[in-house]
């Protein structure tokens, strides 16, 4: 759990660096309160779920398609 109370649960290990990009080297900046943020293409969802600490009052939508076989 981070200290802003964020828990995120993985089973992969691949997911550790993502996390490690966007919330300890903070990669993608800071995001205020009044932000709209979209994260397209979200994978697990890692990048939309910081502005909950950093801005509550933001907002956040996910996207990420899902590819299947026809």
């Known amino acids: 759990m981070l200290r802003d109370g964020t828990r995120i649960e993985t089973d992969e290990a691949i997911d550790l660096a993502t996390i490690g990009v966007v919330y300890l080297a903070r990669e993608y900046g800071e995001v205020s309160t009044g932000w709209t943020v979209i994260d397209i293409g979200a994978n697990i969802g890692i990048f ?3 502005p909950r ?7 956040h939508t996910t996207l990420c ?3 299947t076989a026809g």
């Open 65 to 67: 398609p899902k590819i």
């Open 53 to 59: 600490g950093q801005a509550p009052r933001s907002s």
């Open 48 to 50: 939309s779920s910081a």
